[in-house]
């Protein structure tokens, strides 16, 4: 599957990237270190996340991300 984020809030990919895992916000704290509220925080915006911490869930979840340069 693949999205253009540039359409989607950073709450929103956050969303999407947990729903491809096929956990629940609760399975995927855990598989993070992370605590369900968290998460929770991330999805409603609540709570910034870091590129940094995107990129680890990303990574630990076999989530490519590519930038592109639009000509």
């Known amino acids: 599957m693949k999205i253009v984020a540039n359409n989607y809030q950073v709450q929103d990919v ?3 990237i ?3 895992t096929e956990l629940t916000q609760k ?3 855990k598989s993070v270190n992370r605590s369900r ?3 929770q925080k991330y999805e409603s915006g609540k709570r910034k ?3 940094e911490t995107f990129m ?3 990574r630990k ?3 490519k ?6 000509k």
């Open 18 to 20: 947990r729903e491809w």
């Open 27 to 29: 399975e995927f704290a």
């Open 14 to 16: 956050m969303r999407i």
């Open 49 to 51: 996340i870091t590129f």
């Open 65 to 70: 991300v590519t930038i592109e340069k639009i």
């Open 61 to 63: 979840h076999n989530i």
């Open 37 to 39: 509220d968290g998460i």
């Open 56 to 58: 680890m869930f990303c």
